[in-house]
């Protein structure tokens, strides 16, 4: 009992207050808390080095041997793991955000140096013109600088976001921490004491994490206030170099040498390519040979040796892309220089024919450069996937097997290729940027032209238009002439615009009869001769022989035959024919869907991305009412004609899966321990067919998992909440294990001239002080 005294005083010491919260911090998404005046940058940092030092001590204490056994009486081992975790991931997030603090003096430098850049900017030494390399090469800037820009704003609002969750952690946190304080008084016991402790140094890693994110959201917000006016002295450059920029000979000269220069690097480059051929060619004969006499004693010796031989394969097919992608990449060089007096020609000659030419080779050599890229990027996803079966390869293999320094070899021989196609992608990339961005040019400036032109070839355009539209054949009339004696056939075309004045005329015919016949109505019925609504009838129906008249005359006088408009009675069949054809349909979708019995009231189904229940199965429609309680008219024959996913037709159960990642350096058979275990726990999910877990991929941040399970549609069983009750598990058997979920992870490398001030404030003294504490034994 003496010792376990001794031993949490000792544990003790490295407990901080339970506020534990570093000054001026706010864990509130979007706040910026403001400085304190009473402390200085230079003590913020002692005071997390402090810290640092103080969760490294205990750390050390709480990893001794006989850690374990001293535990208070009903505390259980898991909790000094968690005790470790928290610990170890404050030291973590500790060293990451004193880096991040000695980055933003840097960094404010940098913001200061651009502004005063901008500001003291007056042009550029030299006159106008400008080449035009020189406006190709601020273009390249500017786009760089722009996706910069964006990815300095993602970065901030995915940070922002991550307060809220550190929000509700605190204040769950906090309020255990008041429960503990209670339970905590001297004449509890030690394993209250114990777990007082424990949260009190979970809110100083919650204090950590907020101060982390706060600080990296700082430093983000000062390179992207850089970044944003490096862009705009970018623009200005721009805007001057622009309308002044000019290919000269002497530009096109200088692409020549560069591009020269270039093909003769690659030369070299190949030459020695081919040297490393050879000689791995000699070393795949050997490993070739080793390993078919290793054949007749099967073994280790035998793997060993097929390990070789494929990482000398691999070295020797590496090798032979790259010397013959080489070339390739050489013949992509002479297309430069052909490019760019393409360009000048498109820019500056006066002969159409040429201009034209120069075009057509500018798109023909863009299309070749896409067709280049989507090689490119085929190639590159066939080496991701070759490296990706090698490292799952590798992961299997225990740390002395004698193939794994092999294995390596094999992978940089993947390594090398994958270098150079990505080197030949991005000029690629580079080179359609710009070609593109020529082409664009000179459809822009092709539109600029004077206003009267544009008015000139509109009206051109239009009336080009109107005539081709007036003389538009709608159809062809023959007739038989008996006026000489011998009956002679005549074709003679009707044109819309025959059918158009025909149709005018007629209009007008009709207007002014119309109007004749409402005086003539309007002086019947004032000398009252007839009332208002005999007179109305009358009307009608003597302006409906009006029109037929009128038509029958206007026909008659353009020489219009009937048989042009039979159309409009086709077109009257096929309309009723078409109404009541997906009439009929519906009805005889719905007899044969109650009937088959492959779709039923209750069932769950998915149509084209819509799932609901079915609720009703009338003659027409069917209704499909959704999760969210929406109720969806669904025709019949969507049944018969469509993909329909029954969910519940054979049997009530369906398969879910939920994707789980975690940190790189966990251990993978215990994650899948932990992830089949929450799946059997669960009392919603079948133990027939059994859950099972499979290592999804290693992506970017994390190893990634999926659980598979069946659960039944019993109407009870909710999927998406057995969905989040397993995540809810896994999240606290790894939080008790150790095991990390993963974030992204980024790289800043920022250069720094002079320190920067940081005022942060001190919190308020607590009323009573700490305990002394004592080392442990």
């Known amino acids: 009992m003496l010792l376990r005294i001794v031993f949490l005083i000792f544990l003790s010491l490295s407990v901080p207050p339970a506020t534990g919260q570093i000054p001026g911090i706010s864990t509130k998404s979007g706040e910026t808390p403001a400085a304190p005046k009473e402390e200085t940058p230079e003590q913020t940092r002692e005071r997390l080095e402090q810290w640092l030092k103080d969760a490294r001590a205990s750390l050390a204490r709480f990893e001794e041997p006989q850690a374990e056994d001293l535990l208070p009486q009903g505390i259980p081992p898991a909790a000094l793991a968690d005790r470790r975790r928290d610990l170890d991931q404050t030291i973590r997030t500790l060293n990451r955000t004193l880096a991040l603090l000695a980055q933003i003096p840097a960094a404010r430098q940098e913001a200061k140096d651009a502004r005063t850049a901008t500001e003291n900017w007056t042009g550029f030494a030299e006159k106008p013109p400008y080449s035009a390399l020189k406006l190709d090469d601020l273009l390249n800037q500017q786009e760089a600088v722009r996706q910069k820009v964006e990815t300095f704003r993602s970065s901030i609002n995915i940070f922002t976001k991550s307060f809220d969750g550190i929000d509700s952690e605190t204040a769950a946190n906090e309020a255990a921490i008041r429960t503990a304080r209670e339970a905590s008084e001297p004449n509890a016991n030690d394993a209250a004491r114990w777990r007082a402790d424990a949260l009190a140094a979970k809110s100083r890693l919650l204090s950590v994490r907020a101060f982390f994110i706060r600080t990296n959201i700082e430093l983000l917000e000062i390179q992207q206030a850089a970044t944003e006016t490096q862009l705009g002295l970018i623009e200005r450059q721009i805007s001057i170099v622009r309308p002044n920029a000019t290919l000269s000979e002497a530009d096109l000269a200088a692409v020549q040498k560069a591009s020269d220069d270039r093909r003769a690097a690659l030369r070299d480059e190949?030459?020695?390519?081919?040297?490393?051929?050879?000689?791995?060619?000699?070393?795949?004969?050997?490993?070739?040979?080793?390993?078919?006499?290793?054949?007749?004693?099967?073994?280790?010796?035998?793997?060993?040796?097929?390990?070789?031989?494929?990482?000398?394969?691999?070295?020797?097919?590496?090798?032979?892309?790259?010397?013959?992608?080489?070339?390739?990449?050489?013949?992509?060089?002479?297309?430069?220089?052909?490019?760019?007096?393409?360009?000048?020609?498109?820019?500056?000659?006066?002969?159409?024919?040429?201009?034209?030419?120069?075009?057509?080779?500018?798109?023909?050599?863009?299309?070749?450069?896409?067709?280049?890229?989507?090689?490119?990027?085929?190639?590159?996803?066939?080496?991701?996937?070759?490296?990706?079966?090698?490292?799952?390869?590798?992961?299997?293999?225990?740390?002395?097997?004698?193939?794994?320094?092999?294995?390596?070899?094999?992978?940089?021989?993947?390594?090398?290729?994958?270098?150079?196609?990505?080197?030949?992608?991005?000029?690629?990339?580079?080179?359609k940027k710009n070609v593109s961005r020529w082409l664009d040019e000179f459809e822009n400036n092709s539109r600029q032209k004077p206003w009267y032109s544009k008015v000139i070839q509109s009206g051109e355009s239009v009336g080009g238009l109107f005539a081709r539209l007036w003389n538009f054949e709608m159809t062809k009339v023959e007739s038989v002439d008996y006026s000489a004696g011998v009956p002679r056939t005549e074709t003679r075309v009707i044109t819309l615009g025959i059918v158009l004045t025909a149709l005018t005329l007629f209009l007008i015919a009709y207007l002014v009869s119309s109007r004749i016949s409402r005086r003539v109505q309007g002086a019947i019925v004032g000398r009252g001769h007839l009332a208002e609504a005999q007179a109305n009838t009358l009307r009608t129906w003597l302006m409906i022989l009006v029109t037929a008249a009128l038509a029958l005359t206007t026909l008659r006088y353009f020489q219009i035959p009937l048989t042009v408009f039979a159309f409009f009675g086709g077109a009257l069949a096929i309309g009723l024919g078409f109404g009541t054809q997906t009439l009929i349909k519906n009805f005889i979708s719905g007899i044969i869907v109650?009937?088959?019995?492959?779709?039923?009231?209750?069932?769950?189904?998915?149509?084209?991305?819509?799932?609901?229940?079915?609720?009703?199965?009338?003659?027409?429609?069917?209704?499909?009412?959704?999760?969210?309680?929406?109720?969806?008219?669904?025709?019949?024959?969507?049944?018969?004609?469509?993909?329909?996913?029954?969910?519940?037709?054979?049997?009530?159960?369906?398969?879910?899966?939920?994707?789980?990642?975690?940190?790189?350096?966990?251990?993978?058979?215990?994650?899948?321990?932990?992830?089949?275990?929450?799946?059997?726990?669960?009392?919603?999910?079948?133990?027939?067919?059994?859950?099972?877990?499979?290592?999804?991929?290693?992506?970017?941040?994390?190893?990634?998992?999926?659980?598979?399970?069946?659960?039944?549609?019993?109407?009870?069983?909710?999927?998406?909440?057995?969905?989040?009750?397993?995540?809810?598990?896994?999240?606290?058997?790894?939080?008790?294990?150790?095991?990390?979920?993963?974030?992204?992870?980024?790289?800043?490398?920022?250069?720094?001239?002079?320190?920067?001030?940081?005022?942060?404030?001190?919190?308020?003294?607590?009323?009573?002080?700490?305990?002394?504490?004592?080392?442990?034994?």
């Open 270 to 431: 190949m030459t020695k390519v081919r040297q490393r051929l050879r000689e791995a060619s000699a070393a795949k004969v050997r490993a070739k040979t080793a390993a078919d006499e290793s054949n007749e004693n099967p073994g280790a010796a035998r793997d060993l040796a097929a390990a070789r031989l494929a990482a000398a394969e691999a070295s020797v097919e590496s090798l032979d892309f790259i010397a013959g992608n080489l070339e390739s990449v050489e013949s992509l060089e002479e297309y430069i220089p052909e490019a760019y007096q393409n360009r000048k020609l498109l820019v500056s000659s006066k002969d159409p024919a040429e201009r034209e030419a120069a075009l057509k080779e500018l798109q023909g050599i863009l299309e070749r450069l896409k067709a280049w890229e989507v090689v490119t990027a085929n190639e590159l996803s066939a080496v991701g996937a070759d490296l990706a079966r090698q490292d799952s390869n590798a992961s299997v293999l225990p740390s002395d097997d004698a193939r794994l320094p092999v294995l390596a070899e094999l992978r940089k021989a993947l390594w090398e290729k994958q270098d150079f196609l990505q080197r030949v992608s991005q000029t690629i990339s580079v080179q």
């Open 594 to 777: 109650l009937f088959e019995r492959k779709i039923r009231v209750g069932d769950i189904v998915d149509i084209g991305g819509l799932a609901g229940s079915i609720s009703e199965i009338n003659t027409r429609s069917s209704v499909l009412r959704g999760p969210d309680g929406r109720e969806t008219l669904v025709p019949n024959s969507v049944f018969l004609e469509n993909s329909v996913t029954n969910l519940t037709l054979s049997n009530r159960s369906s398969r879910r899966a939920v994707m789980i990642g975690v940190a790189y350096g966990s251990p993978v058979s215990q994650v899948i321990t932990i992830l089949t275990e929450c799946s059997e726990r669960h009392g919603l999910i079948m133990k027939d067919p059994a859950p099972m877990v499979i290592l999804q991929d290693f992506a970017d941040n994390a190893i990634l998992f999926k659980l598979y399970f069946w659960t039944a549609f019993d109407g009870k069983t909710n999927p998406e909440q057995v969905e989040s009750d397993v995540r809810i598990m896994v999240q606290k058997r790894f939080d008790e294990s150790g095991i990390d979920f993963p974030f992204p992870q980024r790289d800043l490398h920022l250069k720094s001239d002079t320190p920067l001030k940081v005022d942060i404030s001190r919190p308020a003294k607590e009323t009573e002080p700490p305990a002394k504490k004592a080392p442990l034994p």
